[in-house]
């Protein structure tokens, strides 16, 4: 049978029709989407969302699409695999906006990423003022990354490396035979370099500071390399008779100055210990020759309203609009129009013409960017600097700009790292995506972007094994009626029941810091009270992450001597060169308080525990150790001699002999997705046989790893040192996670809760400070209303928790509220109201204020 237009019976092209979904935890689910609607994923942490909504219908998407593209091309693309569904009908193509922490390399800027850069580029090509007789110079002139406008001094980069005197000699009272010239070589070849001194005419014995200044500068700078007579064995007298003589010497040497041996054996060496050695003689300077502007000189002579490229670059993007809205006025381009700075003249009526189309072009490409709350953005910030909500939204921004029509837009969290003040700009764009006939499924856990949705899709109940099913799928009111469903409890609350309340702490004495500069935070002084929960707020850009992650531990660190602790796994690998980060930037202020309050300051980021599958859970909490003991203390284990390594899937006496302890075997299919398949001589256990062969109470070690942390508390119920674990786990909220879960698959909330846990887990000690970069961002309401309760209770410890927040039932119940504002970046960096969540919902300057004051009615009414 077929329906009147000629489609399969049954389907209905106005929806997508998902069947049989059993990716990850979902229970082969069966659920209808609406198409051209906004369509919004919730339910707790763990619940499925993100299975349903990118592992299986955008992977499905992608799928489709890919069997379109040539097999040697598949190859080269990064695909993400074939969902566990049986069928999904209806699906459009697809574009998906995960949440990353970073993007690209430090030449990937957003000017870049936007595409808005190409159009500034064309803008000082086509109507920029040149030079008197300067030729007109081709837009790729004007980027660092082309051959033809990157300086031919840095190559683009904008820094060089240096070698200061003070570093080859940082002793000049030494003299060349005790070594002042300390970047140069030992033993053989440095021996060699002082005898080809001597034949130069160089006094080797008297201090570094006493030879004449043009042999100093001579033997450190030159880029000559002579060849110099070498007399084996003879004084330095000898020497010199020898070579004015014109004796025949032991060999020639080929000389090489300080500076030119560091920079070379840095370049060229294949031993990585020297080049190590030759960077400590190294700084990253600017470039002498383009003032680190990374252009050539002909670039930057080209300007635009009197400034040249990289200075429009390095504008906030809400002062490169307004440039361009000024070239939009009625009459610009003409004598009395011009700044006073450029001093330029009439321009012709076609350059005019072609200035305003560019500018309106520019508008256009800026507007979305700006709605979103990124108007404080640079065009040469780099992308990995971008927090991951910074990223997304620059994205999202990017794809309303493409015009497309028909297509899925799958977002996760759009609203992650905004302030509630530009939530609002964030629904107009997601609507107007909508109406320009697209559909947008979105996971979500604000209450505000929710309630937005035309549609709901709540998946749970619970988390992991008690979640994986739809709880309700239909127009959002439908919801009320669901009592089993965690978001009604939160998106219907009784708004005229007064909220929880607590006795505010006022903090048993002050933390201060002062004169505090970094980024754009500028002589801020500020004080947060000790043995209490301080929530810092302000618009995304205003400088929150700037204090909480460098000014406060890096004051603390060089002025009462704390002992700061990144709760971290692996760290970051040092893959950027310093000539394209450029130097450190350092934190300068003081801070003072009472020292025995603050001995150690504990940071928990949202950064990955670990960057392979072997970092799971279990390993990076440490109940693995505990684990594992037990398994060795059992009877058979005892008798076999099998010690707690055994049961390591890292060594090789107990892991798997074929998959080495991964569990699984990676098929290589060439232009199809790469099969990851469990092993088939351990099933995907990662032990052999002898090791699963030791039961503890009727488990293999497999079998306790495969565990949620929920089911491993009541296996471990009657084990004091298990249990703290398990139980720090819960109470974080990650009670649905196996203990075997790998450390890759974590997003960047669940990533910072384990740290967290980790953390928790140990002897409270009452003098700890606690700081955490938007905790609850990925959590549900209910999910985080536990986190805070469990912060809460460190607090009542004697310890302090200084959060960086966006959501404001969070906010309301810290004990001090320190406001930053009033806008971001250069708009931003100051204190614009600090006190009680009370006090600061009172300030007429705060944006955060109405909505703290929204937080706050039902207990302030009560």
Not at 364 to 381: A, C, E, F, M, N
Not at 670 to 685: D, E, N, R, W
Request: proline residues 6%; glycine residues 8%; aromatic residues 6%.
């Amino acid at each position: 049978m077929s329906a009147k237009d000629g489609s399969p019976e049954g389907i209905r092209f106005d929806r997508v029709r998902v069947r049989g979904a059993r990716e990850h935890n979902l229970r082969s689910i069966d659920v209808d989407l609406p198409r051209d609607a906004l369509v919004v994923f919730t339910g707790v942490s763990g619940s499925g969302k993100s299975s349903l909504a990118f592992g299986t219908i955008y992977a499905e998407a992608q799928r489709r699409f890919f069997e379109s593209v040539a097999p040697y091309a598949r190859r080269l693309i990064d695909q993400v695999g074939v969902p566990d569904v049986d069928s999904i009908e209806g699906l459009p193509p697809a574009v998906a906006l995960p949440q990353r922490r970073s993007s690209g390399t430090a030449r990937s800027t957003v000017g870049s990423a936007t595409t808005v850069a190409n159009v500034v580029r064309m803008l000082f090509s086509r109507v920029g003022t040149y030079p008197a007789g300067a030729p007109t110079l081709f837009a790729e002139d004007f980027s660092a990354n082309t051959v033809q406008g990157a300086c031919p001094a840095c190559h683009g980069l904008g820094r060089i490396y240096d070698v200061p005197d003070e570093l080859m000699v940082p002793d000049d009272s030494l003299t060349v035979r005790e070594r002042a010239l300390a970047a140069w070589p030992t033993a053989w070849h440095g021996k060699q370099l002082q005898d080809s001194l001597i034949s130069l005419g160089y006094d080797i014995d008297v201090p570094w500071r006493s030879l004449p200044a043009d042999q100093r500068d001579w033997a450190l700078h030159t880029d000559e390399s002579p060849q110099v007579p070498i007399f084996r064995d003879l004084s330095p007298s000898q020497v010199r008779q020898a070579v004015a003589s014109g004796a025949e010497p032991s060999y020639m040497s080929t000389f090489l100055g300080v500076k030119r041996y560091v920079l070379d054996t840095f370049a060229n060496s294949k031993s990585a210990r020297m080049r190590e050695k030759a960077a400590e003689f190294m700084v990253s300077v600017r470039c002498p020759t383009c003032g680190g502007k990374r252009l050539r000189p002909d670039a930057l002579a080209v300007t635009f309203g009197g400034f040249d490229i990289t200075e429009v670059q390095a504008m906030p993007l809400d002062d490169v609009a307004r440039l361009m809205e000024a070239v939009l006025l009625p009459g610009w381009g003409t004598s009395k129009q011009q700044s006073g700075r450029s001093g330029e003249e009439d321009l012709p009526p076609e350059k005019r013409l072609a200035a305003q189309r560019l500018a309106a072009d520019l508008l256009q490409r800026l507007s979305p960017i700006i709605d979103l709350g990124l108007g404080y953005l640079t065009l040469d910030r780099t992308t990995p600097t971008l927090s991951s909500g910074e990223l997304q939204r620059m994205r999202l921004a990017t794809q309303v700009l493409s015009r497309l029509f028909g297509v899925v837009f799958v977002l996760d969290e759009p609203s992650a790292g905004l302030h509630p003040a530009d939530t609002e700009a964030l629904v107009g764009i997601l609507k107007s995506l909508r109406d320009s006939g697209n559909t947008v499924y979105y996971v979500e856990h604000s209450l505000d972007v929710i309630r937005e949705a035309d549609w709901i899709v709540d998946i749970g109940p619970g988390a992991g094994t008690a979640g994986g099913t739809v709880v309700y799928s239909g127009p959002i009111d439908g919801l009320r009626e669901v009592e089993e469903s965690f978001t009604r409890r939160y998106l219907f609350a009784d708004s005229s029941a007064p909220a929880p309340t607590r006795t505010r702490r006022r903090g048993d004495a002050l933390l201060s810091l002062t004169s505090v500069t970094r980024n754009n935070l500028s002589d801020v002084s500020v004080a947060f009270p000790l043995g209490a929960f301080t929530a810092i707020t302000g618009v995304s850009g205003s400088g929150k992450s700037t204090l909480i992650t460098h000014g406060i531990p890096d004051l603390l660190r060089s002025d009462l001597a704390s002992a700061t602790e990144e709760v971290e796994g692996e760290t970051e690998p040092a893959t950027e060169d310093p000539l394209v980060s450029g130097s450190p930037v350092a934190t300068s202020g003081r801070a003072s308080g009472p020292a025995d309050r603050v001995r150690r300051v504990v940071q928990v980021t949202q950064k990955p525990i670990g960057r392979t599958p072997r970092s799971n859970v279990a390993t990076y909490t440490g109940v693995f150790d505990q684990i594992r003991k037990r398994f060795a203390s059992t009877p058979d284990a005892r008798q076999r001699h099998y010690g707690a390594s055994r049961f390591s899937f890292n060594l090789p006496s107990g892991r798997c002999p074929v998959c080495k302890g991964e569990g699984m075997i990676e098929v290589e299919l060439l232009f199809l997705p790469t099969v990851h398949a469990p092993c088939s001589a351990c099933a995907g256990t990662r032990y052999n046989a002898e090791t699963l062969e030791i039961r503890l109470n009727g488990m293999t070690v497999a079998d306790v790893l495969a565990m949620s942390v929920s089911r491993a508390r009541d296996f471990f119920a009657d084990d004091a040192d298990v249990t703290p674990h398990l139980d720090a786990l819960l109470d974080v909220g990650l009670g649905y996670i196996s203990l075997g879960q790998s450390a890759t698959e974590l997003s960047g909330g669940e990533a910072q809760r384990v740290k967290l846990a980790s953390e928790l887990r140990r002897a409270p000690r009452g003098d700890t400070l606690y700081l955490l970069d938007e905790p609850t961002s990925g959590l549900h309401p209910a999910d985080a209303d536990r986190l805070i309760g469990h912060l809460q209770r460190l607090v009542d410890g004697g310890n302090t928790v200084i959060i960086v927040e966006h959501d404001m039932r969070v906010v309301a119940q810290a004990d001090w509220v320190i406001d930053l504002g009033p806008g971001a970046g250069d708009a931003g960096g100051h204190i614009v109201a600090e006190g009680t969540p009370e006090d600061v919902s009172k300030s007429d300057a705060s944006r955060t204020a109405p909505f703290l004051r929204a937080a706050l009615t039902p207990s302030l009414d009560a």
